[in-house]
């Protein structure tokens, strides 16, 4: 993850104004370049279809075919680009739906630039990214499912960066990654992680993941 990576960007929104922000947001960065824009999920797989890239940046509410059907298309690409859904709608069921659909990264358009930088970088290395409000809002949408029996109130304790560190621990993803993709010391990772363990009542990862799978914050 430390070495110096560049990655090309699809960005897939209505908002003219909002693509533009994206822009100048991105351009700040030399790790990254926008090579297209398109303002539905039809324009985006028929650019697909001229064009690899390795990030397509989207939206979910558009005109036409959503972000949701969009992703679905795109991942029954040979040899897809990476998916980053980039939206105001944070709230269950539309990351399930996303992620379902086969994105690598939810964020939401409040998010920081560093957020969004972290979310690219970890879906073109094909690894899960969620920034902290997604993640809070996927893992309490999931609890509050009634088919759900698994244990709330441990869960409700946590901080939305907690939430954040959780669905990165049990995805697999380590001390150092972490630190890098959130820009944080590996001793606040490692603060985090202890934190979680003391809010739910477990002892290690092992049991971190076992406790996210039996409450379904994460697939098996």
């Known amino acids: 993850m430390g070495a110096y990576m560049s990655y090309s960007i ?7 104004l909002f693509r533009t922000g994206l822009q100048m947001i991105l ?8 090579v297209g824009e398109a303002e539905t999920g039809e324009e985006a797989l028929a650019f ?13 509410n558009m005109p036409g075919m959503g972000g949701i059907e969009a992703t679905r298309r795109i ?11 980039v939206t105001a709608m944070i709230e269950t069921p539309f990351p399930n739906k996303l992620l379902d659909a086969g994105a690598r990264g939810y964020v939401s358009k409040g998010c920081s630039a560093d957020e969004l930088h972290a979310a690219i970088s970890a879906a073109a290395n094909d690894e899960l990214f969620l920034s902290g409000d997604v993640a809070q809002s996927l893992a309490l949408g999931k609890l509050r499912d009634p088919k ?22 049990v995805n697999g993803q380590g001390t150092q990654e972490i630190s890098e993709l959130l820009e944080l010391s590996p001793k606040t990772v490692s603060t985090y992680r202890h934190r979680l363990y003391e809010k739910i009542g477990v002892e ?17």
């Open 204 to 220: 290690n990862d092992v049991e971190l993941t076992h406790f996210a799978i039996r409450n379904a914050l994460v697939s098996v």
């Open 148 to 169: 759900n029996t698994g244990d709330i109130e441990g869960v409700k304790k946590l901080s939305a960066r907690e939430f954040q560190c959780m669905m990165m621990i």
């Open 27 to 34: 351009r700040n960065s030399s790790n990254f370049e926008i």
């Open 48 to 60: 697909l279809e001229k064009n690899k890239v390795d990030v397509v940046l989207m939206d979910i």
């Open 75 to 85: 991942n029954a690409l040979p040899n897809p680009p990476k998916v980053v859904a």
């Open 10 to 16: 699809l960005v897939v929104d209505d908002h003219a």
